[in-house]
């Protein structure tokens, strides 16, 4: 069965850091761009970060660019999100997912496409003094 | 960025009825639009993808639709496990946004 499952989440001071782990299982992790989604208290689905299957490539959104970063080491199957100097709107509980790609031809091109097929559970952070 | 708004944000709903939600993008994503499902405390499911492909495992009773700019979710007739959070998604370019969600309840 794919799985992935968050971990480290926790309350911090403003200011403060932590680094969050997302185990996967069940599928070749290292053959799939994998992304970072938190969703704050109420609120709806934001996308963090991305990283690309060899790690060779990262993105993030502007709210975090900076203060985060995106890792993955393919040996252990685990996605890490290193979140610093962590503010009160960063409490959120953060999802990882991972993104399928197909290619589909369409009258001799070659379409990528993309799609967040399998997520975890979530872990929650709580940034408060 | 592309932004992403859904209509309506919100809806109350019978067993048994039709439902449709729309989601509008900033620019034209062509196909690359994918619909999720979430309840509460629960990760999100993903259900439609390249805007009208079914998931594996999602019933049929949900159908997607549309190009461009212009995007459906269609239940066809709802059931009381359909009673969620239901979120659009583009992934033609990253930052890969969401729409704001439209809620369905129990009328």
């Known amino acids: 069965e794919m799985q992935l499952v968050e971990s480290g989440g926790g309350l911090v001071q403003p200011g403060g850091s932590l680094r969050l782990s997302c185990a996967a299982a069940g599928f070749t992790f290292s053959s799939y761009w994998m992304h970072w989604v938190r969703q704050a208290p109420g609120k709806g689905l934001v996308w963090v970060s991305r990283?690309?299957?060899?790690?060779?490539?990262?993105s993030y959104a502007d709210s975090v660019k900076g203060r985060f970063t995106i890792s993955r080491d393919n040996a252990k199957n685990t996605l890490y999100l290193q979140m610093n100097s962590l503010r009160a709107e960063d409490t959120a509980v953060y999802y990882c997912?991972?993104?399928?790609?197909?290619?589909?031809?369409?009258?001799?091109?070659?379409?990528?496409?993309?799609?967040?097929?399998?997520w975890g559970k979530g872990t929650t952070v709580t940034v408060s003094s | 960025d592309i932004q992403m708004t859904q209509s309506p944000s919100s809806l109350s709903a019978s067993v048994g009825d039709r439902v449709t939600i729309t989601c509008r993008s900033s620019h034209n994503i062509y196909t690359y639009l994918n619909w999720f499902q979430q309840k509460p405390g629960k990760a999100p499911k993903l259900l439609i993808y390249i805007a009208s492909s079914l998931q594996s495992g999602v019933p049929s009773r949900f159908s997607g639709s549309g190009s461009g700019t212009d995007f459906t979710l269609t239940i066809s007739s709802l059931q009381p496990e359909d009673f969620a959070t239901y979120y659009c998604q583009q992934s033609f370019g990253t930052p890969r946004t969401f729409g704001p969600g439209t809620k369905v309840d129990i009328k």
């Open positions: 990283i690309k299957s060899d790690g060779s490539s990262t």
């Open positions: 997912a991972r993104e399928e790609i197909i290619v589909i031809s369409d009258a001799g091109d070659y379409n990528y496409y993309y799609y967040m097929d399998v």
